[in-house]
């Protein structure tokens, strides 16, 4: 059974970057069987999808954050990252990364609050 | 982006109770369509996909059917621990989105 775990900091100060690390176990993210996607979730906006790493191609992000992103694997720790820059307070929320073997995800981690506040 | 349009926002129910929830996508997505259930400080946990087939490990009582825009997740029975909120999501094309949540609340 694939276990994931969201890890970084609670508080980021506006315009920096939020940087999340998702560790995997029970299964190898460099097999090319699975994706690697992170989402979010905010009182104001639901559930969002911010976008998925893969062996091969490249990644897809939501064009709403596509700016601001960056999603990579690091296939030597079985992890993977999600990297968000000049934050605001409207990107609190929690922070979930999921893996699935196509468009449907089975496997979470139990979600990470971030909070953009000075 | 597809718009996910879930209804009712709330819905208040009783245990034995059969409940249905429905989801409309702005456009066609064939039967790319996931219902997830969350509780409370907990991620999302897939219930089922391709509109209509069941996640392994999920009880029967839960079921989903539709195509193209209209789709509907049924509780057959409800069950204490099945009190939560309910999430479709498209998986037709990028960006996934979700509809906004249905709340099942006990009566």
């Known amino acids: 059974q694939v276990q994931l775990q969201e890890s970084g900091p609670g508080l980021v100060k506006p315009s920096q970057t939020l940087s999340l690390t998702c560790s995997v176990s029970?299964?190898?993210?460099?097999?090319?069987?699975?994706?690697c996607d992170w989402f979010r979730q905010s009182a104001g906006k639901g559930l969002e999808w911010i976008g998925r790493?893969?062996?091969?191609?490249?990644?897809n992000y939501n064009p709403s954050l596509k700016s601001r992103v960056t999603i990579s694997l690091d296939t030597s720790k079985n992890q993977f990252s999600l990297n968000l820059n000049s934050v605001t307070a409207e990107d609190t929320a929690v922070y979930y990364c999921?893996?699935?073997?196509?468009?449907?995800?089975?496997?979470w981690g139990q979600g990470i609050l971030v909070t953009v506040s000075s | 982006d597809i718009q996910m349009t879930q209804s009712p926002y709330f819905v208040s129910a009783s245990v034995g109770d059969r409940v249905t929830i429905t989801c409309r996508a702005s456009?066609?997505?064939?039967?790319?369509l996931a219902w997830y259930q969350q509780k409370e400080g907990k991620a999302p946990k897939l219930l089922i996909y391709?509109?209509?087939s069941l996640q392994s490990g999920v009880p029967s009582r839960f079921s989903g059917s539709g195509s193209g825009t209209d789709f509907t997740l049924t509780i057959s029975s409800l069950q204490p621990e099945d009190f939560a909120t309910y999430y479709c999501?498209?998986?037709?094309?990028?960006?996934?989105?979700f509809g906004q949540g249905t709340k099942l609340e006990m009566k």
């Open positions: 999921a893996t699935s073997r196509g468009n449907y995800f089975d496997s």
């Open positions: 029970g299964a190898s993210i460099s097999s090319g069987y699975y994706y």
């Open positions: 790493v893969y062996t091969s191609p490249g990644p």
């Open positions: 456009q066609g997505i064939s039967s790319w």
């Open positions: 391709a509109a209509s």
């Open positions: 999501q498209q998986a037709s094309s990028f960006p996934y989105t």
